[in-house]
């Protein structure tokens, strides 16, 4: 069965993907770090933020309607989280309603409060994608590793992906059997079916964790992940972070 | 210490956490370079007793590989004698590539670097692999991850394989080329199968298993020969069913 992969594109050969994971991954927190303490209302900033997101996407040579298409996902989140700040923020009201008896007041400070959150989380949503679309996951987990993330993450993490699709063909598998037997459930049963199959599929996750640690101990496992360095700082690494910090510190400097 | 006894099993038996039985009273002895098969119905206790052989599975007596015997104390030795290649590839591949998993054997032995290097060249080279380092191993075909699975543990250079149904959802041009594969392996071999093709190709000697004990134990020429023995034990069709 197919399955659309989280690094998609990371086969590319770029500038960004030949850079060490531990950059792209070091360099990411600062950027999100910078976009999250960025004041509300600065909006020089997020321009500059943005400026090194494109740039950062043509350099990657990510095409520019999938990045755009995966930084959708997170809208349906974060708009659930803020839609009704613009309601009940206290400050200058731009418009108010009656609606019967109930009065509704929108106000300017919580609309500015509304396009910060989506503008921040956009930003944010967009290095994540590009740092994961320009780095294989083995990769990323090597730097995660290296820069001493503890290991339990990094394990789970590395059987998380390893083990997501194979999950999810099992329940597609079960899900097929499932509607090739069900004629004319009504919504109900179809709970209850679907309930048995979460079950079951932990259960057999459950199990297979079992045979997975079996023939991990039969390879000299012993609770210590020893990874190969493969891994080797290069000169543009050092270009790249300094030129990122000082797009960072820059207008830090310029606005506040 | 040198022996000729690759495995010697005597008086094992094994219960479940769940209180069932596993294997009752196994005596085993498997001289180095056979290959023996262990045929038998579901739930007969071949994979149980597989997982004897490297102690995962610690039963009533002790087993003794190379005439070592498997305990805390020689686990790591016994676990590079013995390469244990489980049923489903999916469970033996559990690493992010190819390479990674062929390698997680040595790394965990603590060879150096390049050592590590050489062995999961070398391993992927005997399985036909070469070229297949960086894949995924969960885009490969059932085939090919039956292939790297048993590269996994040759990384380990180990004198005994044991195999738990290698051919199984293999087509059968997948299933006779790791047949040919496999005969070319100069190890001792403990194959669990229910693929009786397999058996007369590989093995000179089968195990008949049933409800955790052995019940028949020979050539593999006059065990598969009589029909009347594979019958009692669910490995050849009903008597009735078959018009005899």
Redesign the interface.
Known sequence: MKHSFIDEYSGLDSFVHGLDPRTKLLCSLAFILAVVLTPVGTWQVYAVYLLIMAGMIWLSRLPLKYVLKRSLVIFPFVIMVVVFVPFFKQGQVVASYDIGTWHVTITYEGLQVLVNVVVKSWLCILCLIVLSSSTK??QL?HGMYRLRVPQVFVQIT??M???M??LADQAMRMQMARDSRNYGLNRGNIFKTMGNIIGMLFIRSYE?AE??Y?????????GEV????QLRFRLPDAYFASALFLLLVCPAILWW | MLTDKAVEISGLSYVYPDGQCGLKDIDLTISCGESVALIGPNGAGKSTLLLHLNGILRGSTAVKVQGLPVDDKNIREIRKKVGMVFQDPEDQLFSLNVYEDVAFGPVNMGFPAEEVDTRVKRALQKVGMRGYEKRSSHHLSIGEKKRIAIATVLSLDPGILALDEPTSSLDPRGKWALIDLLQKLPVTMIVASHDLDLVRCLCGRTVIMDSGRIVADGGTGIILGDEPLLRAHGLARDATAAGI
């Open positions: 996951f083995d987990l590395s059987f992906y390893r083990y699709f194979v297979r045979r997975i079996a023939a991990m101990l039969s390879r000299g496992y012993s020893v990874v190969v360095n």
